[in-house]
């Protein structure tokens, strides 16, 4: 029987360097594809017109060398530009707190660089997440936490339909960071001691408030940082600087802890209330993605998870008139945040999830 091949997504960190060798362990004909997303990275600005590589293509290089496996390049800066960074940047211009990674999962890497490894005739797209694919009884396919709780990212993988479920490998889904760190260093990955990154890869130094004054000046006006009922209380340097459940920052002083809890693009206001304004019975919700089931029916209740690292909330669904979809909480929970997502988990099981419109109090 032939070997299947499997192209590994190698951003050059340990995750998906270890990847690639446990595929090839297992017998896959494996290679790589780095991709090319953006010039201004984490910690560094890279000139591609004038040959210069950034660090995430470098490292990979290196280990595709010690692998023996074949490195790809795939250039997918204009794509990423309009898919992620436009996306990125106008959310926060609407006044909402957007999930980059949530929208480049099913976009790019597992859009555009399936198909570019369909081109290269793998069978396969592996990458290093903590995760994991099932499949039920029906036949359908299912996203699966990670075993190691502190780093399972099922969330982020919740808009990824049946046809590319099929063809996707999760190796480290069954393994915890540390085993992962162990086994690179037992066959000298070079990136084995490489330092782990949460940042949004595009943005230097994680300054997104930075990011935003050089790239959408625009949306940043000066106005009022105001409670419920209107009154003035400080001023702001611009609506996208603030985020919903903020206390800290805020320049103003009251006899009460007080806490963003809307964001007002339209009246170009910040508003602020006690702890209590924060929180919310439930929230609308739109562009439903489900992976367990086709459709929804009115009333199934699951774990809600409202933002990557929140605990999950038990929840009861339902679909408006509208189409939008209702999320009813059975405790109230904090900071609903318009732009994040909603996810939903039966056990470890990811059922879908959905883009969060708005907070509901009733």
């Given at each position: 029987m032939d070997k299947k091949t499997v192209a590994v997504a190698m951003s050059g960190g340990v995750d998906s360097s270890l990847t690639a060798a446990l595929l090839l362990e297992q017998g896959y004909e494996v290679l790589g594809i780095t991709m090319l997303l953006t010039e201004e990275g984490r910690s560094e600005t890279v000139n591609v017109a004038a040959g210069e590589e950034p660090d995430c293509v470098r490292d990979a290089r290196k280990v595709a060398d010690a692998l023996g496996i074949e490195l790809h390049v795939a250039d997918f800066r204009q794509a990423f530009q309009k898919n992620v960074i436009d996306y990125f940047l106008s959310e926060y211009a609407k006044g909402r707190t957007p999930n980059p990674c949530v929208i480049c999962n099913p976009s790019m890497k597992f859009g555009l660089l399936m198909d570019k490894a369909r081109e290269l005739g793998a069978d396969f797209l592996a990458t290093g997440h903590y995760a994991r694919i099932g499949q039920l009884p029906n036949g359908r396919y299912v996203i699966k936490k990670g075993l190691d709780e502190h780093k399972d990212q099922s969330y982020a993988l919740h808009r990824l339909p049946q046809k590319i479920l099929s063809q996707v490998l999760l190796p480290l889904g069954d393994m915890t960071k540390e085993h992962v760190r162990e086994l690179a260093e037992k066959i000298d990955l070079p990136v084995a001691h490489k330092a782990e990154s949460q940042e949004i890869c595009f943005v230097p130094h994680d300054d997104y408030k930075a990011f935003l004054r050089k790239h959408k000046p625009g949306c940043l006006r000066k106005g009022?940082?105001?409670?419920?009922?209107?009154?003035?209380?400080?001023?702001?340097?611009?609506?996208?600087?603030?985020?919903?459940?903020?206390?800290?920052?805020?320049?103003?002083?009251?006899?009460?802890?007080?806490?963003?809890?809307k964001l007002d693009m339209k009246r170009n206001e910040v508003v602020v209330g006690g702890n209590q304004s924060v929180f919310t019975n439930g929230l609308l919700a739109s562009e439903p993605n489900w992976i367990a089931f086709d459709a929804l029916e009115d009333g199934m209740e699951f774990g809600a998870k409202i933002r990557y690292g929140k605990r999950e909330a038990k929840a009861k669904l339902s679909l408006q008139a509208d189409g939008l979809l209702r999320v009813e909480f059975a405790e109230p929970q904090r900071a609903v945040t318009p732009g994040q997502f909603v996810v939903f988990y039966e056990g470890d099981v990811l059922v879908g999830g959905a883009m969060i419109e708005q907070p509901i109090i009733y």
């Amino acid at each position: 029987m032939d070997k299947k091949t499997v192209a590994v997504a190698m951003s050059g960190g340990v995750d998906s360097s270890l990847t690639a060798a446990l595929l090839l362990e297992q017998g896959y004909e494996v290679l790589g594809i780095t991709m090319l997303l953006t010039e201004e990275g984490r910690s560094e600005t890279v000139n591609v017109a004038a040959g210069e590589e950034p660090d995430c293509v470098r490292d990979a290089r290196k280990v595709a060398d010690a692998l023996g496996i074949e490195l790809h390049v795939a250039d997918f800066r204009q794509a990423f530009q309009k898919n992620v960074i436009d996306y990125f940047l106008s959310e926060y211009a609407k006044g909402r707190t957007p999930n980059p990674c949530v929208i480049c999962n099913p976009s790019m890497k597992f859009g555009l660089l399936m198909d570019k490894a369909r081109e290269l005739g793998a069978d396969f797209l592996a990458t290093g997440h903590y995760a994991r694919i099932g499949q039920l009884p029906n036949g359908r396919y299912v996203i699966k936490k990670g075993l190691d709780e502190h780093k399972d990212q099922s969330y982020a993988l919740h808009r990824l339909p049946q046809k590319i479920l099929s063809q996707v490998l999760l190796p480290l889904g069954d393994m915890t960071k540390e085993h992962v760190r162990e086994l690179a260093e037992k066959i000298d990955l070079p990136v084995a001691h490489k330092a782990e990154s949460q940042e949004i890869c595009f943005v230097p130094h994680d300054d997104y408030k930075a990011f935003l004054r050089k790239h959408k000046p625009g949306c940043l006006r000066k106005g009022n940082i105001v409670d419920d009922a209107g009154t003035v209380l400080g001023r702001h340097e611009g609506v996208p600087l603030y985020t919903i459940g903020q206390r800290k920052g805020l320049g103003i002083a009251a006899p009460e802890p007080l806490y963003v809890h809307k964001l007002d693009m339209k009246r170009n206001e910040v508003v602020v209330g006690g702890n209590q304004s924060v929180f919310t019975n439930g929230l609308l919700a739109s562009e439903p993605n489900w992976i367990a089931f086709d459709a929804l029916e009115d009333g199934m209740e699951f774990g809600a998870k409202i933002r990557y690292g929140k605990r999950e909330a038990k929840a009861k669904l339902s679909l408006q008139a509208d189409g939008l979809l209702r999320v009813e909480f059975a405790e109230p929970q904090r900071a609903v945040t318009p732009g994040q997502f909603v996810v939903f988990y039966e056990g470890d099981v990811l059922v879908g999830g959905a883009m969060i419109e708005q907070p509901i109090i009733y």
